[in-house]
């Protein structure tokens, strides 16, 4: 696609339940980034996948929290027993890597999760 | 570990006004990478700028300057000839310059106003 999609845009779910946020990356782009943005903060790393493997997880608060992209595309955040501190964005990012050893995340619009 | 200090949480100021958005970093990397990123009210991350930590050189990008000082490990943001449609919140970010990795640190975020 021409940018990062994530669904559903909007999540307002019960404390205890488990919930699904998904992004479609940019269509080539090997990396996939989760960033959480709680209201008035920066975002925050939670997991970086390059390819169908996490490259590094070490952002994820707890075993709650879990990411997968089987097939090096889409990426799910699944969120278990959620918490009202969960209440958040979560933003999604795609890059594609190159020789120059950095590169331009692009950002979808990101989820708004909230927990009651 | 890596910190990134947006000390002014909110400017604002007269349209064509210019406006200063000041960043401080720490990192204990020799290599890294500095960047701009712009957020709408709609919600989705806007990148401005990337810069490399061997290039001290100042950049300026049509009303957009950037000036990198090592010295004071500050990366400031200025916008000259302010328009509304700045207003926006800008954030500063720091990574690693790992290969394939923009694992981003970010600032606090700076809410930047631009009156009629």
């Known amino acids: 696609g021409a940018g990062v999609s994530q669904t559903p845009s909007n999540k307002v779910t019960e404390k205890g339940k488990y919930v699904e946020l998904r992004c479609d990356p940019i269509?080539?782009?090997?990396?996939l980034y989760w960033y959480r943005q709680s209201l008035g903060q920066g975002p925050e790393f939670l997991i970086y996948?390059?390819?169908?493997?996490?490259?590094?997880d070490s952002g994820l608060p707890n075993d709650r929290f879990f990411a997968v992209r089987p097939e090096g595309s889409v990426s799910t955040l699944k969120i278990q027993r959620t918490e009202r501190g969960d209440s958040a964005v979560y933003l999604c990012?795609?890059?594609?890597?190159?020789?120059?050893?950095?590169?331009?995340?692009?950002f979808g619009a990101g989820s708004r999760l909230t927990v009651l | 570990a890596q910190k990134v200090t947006q000390a002014q949480t909110e400017i604002s100021v007269v349209e064509k006004e210019d406006v200063t958005l000041d960043c401080v970093y720490e990192?204990?990397?020799?290599?890294?990478?500095l960047f701009w990123y712009k957020q709408p009210p709609s919600g989705e991350l806007v990148f401005l700028i990337r810069?490399?930590?061997?290039?001290?050189q100042n950049e300026i990008s049509g009303r957009y300057s950037w000036n990198f000082q090592k010295s004071t490990s500050s990366f400031n943001f200025t916008i000259t000839a302010s328009q509304v449609v700045d207003s926006a919140v800008y954030f500063c970010?720091?990574?690693?310059?790992?290969?394939?990795?923009?694992?981003?640190?970010f600032g606090t975020g700076t809410r930047l106003t631009i009156i009629p």
């Open positions: 990012a795609s890059s594609l890597v190159d020789s120059s050893g950095a590169n331009v995340l692009t």
């Open positions: 269509s080539g782009h090997t990396a």
């Open positions: 996948f390059q390819g169908t493997g996490a490259a590094d």
């Open positions: 990192t204990r990397d020799t290599t890294y990478y």
């Open positions: 810069r490399n930590s061997f290039d001290e």
């Open positions: 970010a720091l990574s690693e310059a790992l290969v394939g990795n923009e694992k981003l640190t």
